[in-house]
């Protein structure tokens, strides 16, 4: 099967005047359907810029990067936009949402730059079962600040969702969350994860990476290591494990 996420000796350079800053040297790499990546990696390490290519943000120096079976160097500004907006959802570590708009209206914002445009009743429904998904449809029509930060979180994953697409992307999506909340939040992956969405998350926490199935180390614009995440997490035992050391704590 080929790899929905495909860099074959990716390399982005930036010019700084007569200076040059290797960012990325040379990367390959494949992720399938279907598979929870965990990036890692030092500040200056790459990882950023890497995923900032893998969310068609950014173009490769050289090399080449595939979406999708798609070559993402040779499309053009518009083109890149709608593959972006129909084959990746985002999710990063400020929430984003719009302050003075419903849970429901933030996530049928994607919608909105689709084409052909989606009529009302879909964009509804559409926003509404991706609420759904993540357990928030009885909150829909809450704004951000009667929302906690994990929910808002979840709103968040509901609006990169709700154009169905082939891959997750998230930039240190519990960066902003307490323990509780953050195992609760990497649930809601795991559970998207099993139901065949590709998630590729950039984090700098080890626990944190131990919830997704394979791990990515970068270094010096490298990938150090590539493996299996060998002891995962999963997030209902993680949640007990939790509460029985709060417990024990109180006790004390």
């Given amino acids: 099967m080929p790899a929905i996420i495909q860099l074959e000796d990716y390399c982005r350079t930036y010019r700084n005047g007569s200076l040059e800053v290797h960012a990325v040297r040379g990367v390959s790499l494949a992720i399938h359907a279907g598979e929870f990546v965990a990036v890692m990696g030092a500040s200056g390490s790459g990882k950023s810029t890497m995923m900032n290519t893998i969310g068609c943000l950014d173009r490769p120096t050289s090399g080449r990067y595939l979406l999708d079976g798609v070559d993402v160097g040779a499309l053009n500004r518009d083109e890149l936009a709608d593959l972006r907006n129909r084959k990746l959802g985002f999710v990063f570590q400020g929430f984003n949402l719009l302050a003075r708009t419903s849970a429901l209206e933030n996530v049928e914002l994607p919608i909105l730059y689709c084409?052909?445009?989606?009529?009302?009743?879909?964009?509804?429904?559409?926003?509404?079962?991706?609420?759904?998904?993540?357990?928030?449809?009885?909150?829909?029509?809450?704004?951000?600040?009667?929302?906690s930060g994990g929910q808002q979180q979840r709103v968040a994953i509901a609006r990169a969702l709700v154009n169905e697409p082939r891959v997750l992307l998230a930039d240190e999506p519990t960066g902003n969350l307490d323990s509780r909340t953050s195992i609760e939040v990497m649930g809601v992956f795991q559970a998207l994860n099993d139901r065949g969405i590709t998630v590729v998350m950039v984090t700098h926490e080890l626990d944190i990476a131990s919830f997704a199935k394979r791990k990515v180390v970068m270094r010096d614009g490298l990938i150090r290591t590539d493996e299996p995440v060998s002891h995962r997490l999963h997030a209902p035992e993680a949640l007990a494990k939790l509460e029985a050391e709060q417990k024990s704590v109180h006790l004390d």
């Fill in 115 to 147: 084409r052909p445009a989606v009529p009302v009743r879909e964009q509804v429904r559409r926003a509404l079962a991706a609420l759904e998904l993540v357990g928030l449809s009885d909150r829909a029509d809450h704004y951000p600040n009667q929302l």
